[in-house]
């Protein structure tokens, strides 16, 4: 019994001695120039290392003696300091870092749903800032995209070096999201780009190809994603305004107007911390006449992001958007010699309310994982004349896991989403469609020897679409309860072959369910019938690019050349064609397009003053594999 007694305390001793021996570090990372805390930033000490929390801090145990400590965060120049420490000592260690200067470490999220610089990442990424739409006067975020090489919008619908064909109101194959949360409209998948608070915009984030393994649905052609702003350690107000006139065209015969038509419009925002709340606020305006005749615009925006840091893991928030306005628009001309008059029968009228509430959550745990809520209600109420009112409603849920391996250079996010739309519209049989969509992701990224990024993600989608049935004028919509299952891949890597030369090759395959409109409208535009095809079937595809990525700096100028070439196919891709008695969306067959593109991109001073510079040149060759010209069965 005495020698038991005598190994425990001798144990214990000996366990005493060694935490004694230990020492450690501990402190804040954050931003020299805000002071704002900079989550999941890399401490290295040797083979030993951490990352920060949510707050900044982090805690790392080491041996006595003396140590480099090395500190790196994407979009900031590293950091390097000696200490050293003795045995048992708790050494605070706080470091602010400096903005990197280079647009290769530009921070980016969507590639990955966490920080990566841009030079980095594995597939083709634009980067948009405000200073560029601000510059331009741009009113909405359609108008400003197109400044991005390979990106186009056709009546309202993105396209991506080619990749989203046509198809006007209905169906988008390029997800627009904003802060990370898709805001298509249910019944159409289609994007209202006044809705996006450009009045706010820290930068938008452009991904060309497929994306569906992280995003799921609509993600087929590509991702834009708008980052918001947020509030800084000083308080930051900006108002614009600005007015436009139309003169008199050449030919005096198309002039209709009396007065000259004119557009003004205006925008507020502000930001400011005030204790633990963050808050931004902002308001747009438009009044706008155009030079066609009884086509005009008049709405105004009110949005905000209000977040609450209640403990140093704990925040949440809420943000909004409000719109409110009236348009009018017409379908075609009345004649070739009346070029800014439209047809009377085609003339439409809307009076719209649109607004979404997004409650967010972000919590830390004690091990570093970090824990996300993101979910957003949009509702949609378009009063539209000719009989195409509609009304929907979306909700949209998602809980997202990450966590960091720091020893072994890998972060892994998975998420499980849930969505759901109610539509109801005369422009669909005058009843109500309801639809549910669930999934899980998961993606992981992993960094070998320094200089090699590879990265993989799945995802598995579930849609269900509940049909009631209706009767219309030239048939009979059967009822129907549409259920539809699709598992989706990516893979990437990219290699720094030197310092500013970057390497990449990825493959992702895209995935989008028909929307309500698509499958369901009847209308009539002009004496043009658009009418239903409840066999329509979902089209699936995949994107394969390879590309190289050259930074550059010329005196006070930096930037970098980007090259790509790439291939996309698509299966049963959808478009609206005349079958039967109107105009259907119809699945065509087998497309393919491949093509390449160089772009530039920079920023800096030129004769002392500032000077941004985007530009870009896109050849695609599309193709119809197997076009099958088979019209709408008749019932």
């Known amino acids: 019994m005495q020698k038991t007694i005598t190994l425990f305390f001798t144990l214990v001793c000996w366990i005493s001695l060694a935490n004694a021996q230990q020492a450690s570090i501990s402190g804040q990372i954050t931003d020299s120039h805000t002071n704002e805390p900079l989550y999941a930033a890399t401490i290295q000490v040797g083979a030993n290392g951490t990352f920060t929390l949510g707050d900044g801090t982090y805690s790392l145990e080491l041996e006595p003696g003396t140590h480099e400590v090395l500190v790196s965060y994407v979009g900031y120049k590293n950091t390097s300091q000696q200490i050293t420490i003795k ?16 647009m290769l470490n530009t921070a980016t999220v969507t590639a990955g749903k966490h920080e990566k610089p841009l030079g980095e990442v594995t597939v083709s990424l634009e980067v948009l800032k405000p200073e560029l739409i601000e510059n331009t006067s741009k009113t909405s975020l359609d108008e400003a995209i197109e400044k991005i090489p390979g990106v186009t919008v056709i009546d309202g619908q993105a396209n991506i070096r080619g990749g989203s064909g046509f198809s006007q109101g209905a169906g988008s194959r390029v997800l627009l999201l904003v802060d990370d949360v898709p805001i298509l409209q249910a019944d159409a998948g289609y994007p209202n780009w006044d809705d996006v608070p450009i009045e706010n915009i820290e930068q938008i984030e452009v991904i060309k190809g497929a994306a569906s393994a992280l995003y799921g649905s609509s993600a087929l052609n590509g991702i834009i994603n708008v980052r918001t702003a947020y509030a800084r350690s000083e308080p930051e107000t900006k108002i614009s305004a600005f007015s436009t006139v139309y003169l008199n065209p050449k030919d005096e015969r198309l002039k209709w107007w009396d007065s000259q038509p004119f557009t003004y419009a205006g925008s507020v925002s ?26 005009y615009k008049e709405y105004g925006r009110f949005n905000f992001n209000a977040r609450y840091r209640l403990t140093d893991r704990l925040s949440f928030g809420l943000a909004g958007n409000f719109n409110k306005g009236q348009s009018g628009s017409f379908f075609y001309w009345a004649s070739d010699t009346t070029a800014y008059v439209g047809q009377p029968t085609t003339i439409n009228t809307r009076k719209r309310f649109r607004y979404n509430i997004d409650p967010f959550l972000t919590y830390f745990d004690k091990s570093g994982n ?17 009989n195409q009112s509609n009304q929907s409603q979306l909700w949209y849920a998602e809980y997202q896991f990450q966590r960091r391996f720091s020893k072994i250079d890998l972060i892994v996010s998975a998420g499980i989403v849930g969505s759901g739309t109610r539509v109801e519209a005369e422009l669909y049989g005058d009843t109500t469609f309801t639809s549910r969509n669930l999934a899980g992701y998961v993606q992981a990224d992993k960094k070998l020897f320094g200089r090699l990024n590879l990265s993989a993600g799945f995802r598995y989608e579930h849609n269900l679409l509940i049909n009631p049935g209706f009767i219309y004028p030239q048939g009979v919509v059967e009822p129907s309860n549409e259920r539809e299952s699709k598992p989706v891949f990516r893979i990437g890597a990219n290699y720094r072959l030197f310092d500013f030369t970057y390497l990449r090759a990825s493959w992702g395959q895209g995935y989008r369910f028909p929307s309500v ?38 005196a006070s100028f930096e930037g970098f050349f980007d090259l790509s070439a790439f291939l996309m196919k698509y299966s049963n891709m959808m478009e609206f064609n005349l079958a039967g008695l109107g105009f259907r969306s ?19 001073r030129i004769w002392g003053q500032p000077f941004n510079l985007i ?18 069965p008749s019932r």
């Open 615 to 632: 530009t870009g040149y896109t050849y695609i060759d599309p193709r119809f594999l197997d076009f099958d010209p088979t019209p709408y």
């Open 270 to 295: 502000h930001k400011r911390k005030i204790d633990k709340l963050d808050l931004v606020v902002g308001g747009f305006y438009i009044n706008e006449d155009s030079y066609n005749r009884d086509t």
């Open 370 to 386: 970090r824990h996300r809520i993101l979910s957003r209600f949009y509702d949609v109420d378009n009063n539209n004349s000719n």
């Open 517 to 554: 409109a698509e499958k369901f409208i009847v209308t009539n535009a002009g004496g043009f019938f658009v009418l239903p095809n409840p066999t329509l079937r979902s089209e699936s595809g995949w994107t394969t690019e390879l590309g190289i990525k050259q930074g550059f700096q010329i």
């Open 87 to 102: 045995a048992g000592e708790n050494l605070t260690l706080n470091i602010a870092l400096l903005p990197e200067a280079t």
């Open 586 to 604: 119809t699945n065509i067959g087998e497309t393919e397009i491949r093509g390449f593109e160089v772009s530039i991109a920079g920023r800096g």
